[in-house]
Structures are given as structure tokens and as C-alpha cells.
């Protein structure tokens, strides 16, 4: 009888071995699976930090609209909890768009890519000024409606950006359309009655 409660222990033991190896695996597994599902942030090749208009440098006289499609969320724009690393890359990058503009002052990518990283480091200021360059080049582009509009409302939606979202609208760039109706709701009566053609800058 000894030999046999002993065989049974000696089973019932290898049998809470299995269980709990079997248990421990599908609990490494279940912890491997959530570490595999976390996003892993890629700010300057993501499109949400910024929009390229690289098309528009081969032909900026035409008055053809490049590039109107822009897919990204607008609450990205306004995240700063950028890494040492990631601010010293956009420093890098505003740099070698200068240096565009001081070899070509009509490059109409550069100061609009420049002025997306100067947003991208929360520097709105800057990022106006190089999109009004922009415009000065060529104003029939909507993005640089669309970013210009992003930089002036840094907090709140002013009537400012709203119009530079109606502009954008105007030319085509759909996101601008839906931003305009979610966001400016309260500058609506006053932008159907402006003049598109006295968009300030």
C-alpha cells in the first residue's frame, strides 16, 4: 500500500510540475505579448510631425495645388515631450533647411518643412515667419495655410487661424474643411463674410 500512495504522490507531484509549468509559459507569454503591442515612437519619419512638400521644389510657378492630402492627427502636433535626442535631430534638421535657403531663397519646401520642425519644438513664432516666406513665394498652397493655421492656434482656435483654415479650405485641402467646422465654430458667421482674397499673413 506505501508503494502505492507514494507512485500516486510521485504522479500527483509531476502533474502540479506540468500545471505550473504550463501556467508560468502562458503567463510569459500572455507579459511578452503586452511588451510587443506598445508603439514604439518614430517622430521624424512619422508624418504627424510635420508635412513635406518636397513635390512643390520642381515646380513652384505653376498655379497648380501639389500635394493637398495630409493624414495625420492634429493633437500630435501639439505634443512637446520630445527626448534630448529628438530636439537635438530637429535642431539638426532646421539647420540643413537653412542652409537650403541660403543657397536658394525661393525654395518654397524649405521654408515650409523648416517651419514644420520649428512647430515640431514648439516654436510658433519662427514657424509663422517661414510660412509667411512661404506664402510670399507661392500662395496657392494649401498646407501652408493649413500649418500656418496650426502654429497661430498654439491653445485656442483665433480668428487668425480660422481664416488661414477657411484659405486652405478654399483651395482644396479637405482636412482644413473639417478642422474649420470642428474647431472655429464660433468664428463661422464672420468667415463666410470675408473676403478670401484679404487673408492676412
Not at 516666406?133 to 494649401?142: G, S, V, Y
Request: glycine share 4%; aromatic share 10%; hydrophobic share 35%.
Amino acid at each position: 500500500m506505501y508503494l502505492k500512495l507514494k507512485n500516486f504522490n510521485i504522479v500527483d507531484i509531476e502533474v502540479k510540475k506540468v500545471f505550473l509549468f504550463c501556467l508560468i509559459s502562458l503567463f510569459s507569454i500572455s507579459l511578452y505579448s503586452q511588451r510587443t503591442y506598445i508603439p514604439k515612437p518614430t517622430p521624424y519619419k512619422d508624418p504627424t510631425k510635420g508635412v513635406n512638400i518636397d513635390s512643390l521644389k520642381t515646380d513652384t510657378t505653376s498655379g497648380q495645388i501639389n500635394n493637398t492630402s495630409v493624414d495625420y492627427d492634429v493633437s500630435d502636433l501639439f505634443n512637446l515631450n520630445l527626448s534630448e535626442s529628438e530636439r537635438a535631430q530637429a535642431k539638426a534638421i532646421i539647420e540643413v533647411f537653412t542652409e537650403q535657403i541660403d543657397e536658394d531663397s525661393s525654395n518654397i519646401g524649405a521654408y515650409v518643412n523648416r517651419g514644420s520642425y520649428w512647430a515640431t519644438l514648439g516654436l510658433h513664432v519662427q514657424a509663422i515667419k517661414d510660412y509667411d516666406k512661404a506664402l510670399e513665394i507661392n500662395d496657392q498652397q494649401p498646407i501652408i495655410y493649413y500649418n500656418r493655421a496650426l502654429s497661430k492656434a498654439r491653445f485656442f482656435y483665433t480668428f487668425d487661424a480660422c481664416l488661414d483654415l477657411k484659405q486652405a479650405s478654399d483651395l482644396g485641402l479637405q482636412q482644413a474643411q473639417t478642422l474649420m467646422m470642428q474647431q472655429c465654430g464660433k468664428h463661422m458667421t464672420k468667415l463666410n463674410s470675408y473676403q478670401t482674397d484679404t487673408v492676412s499673413k
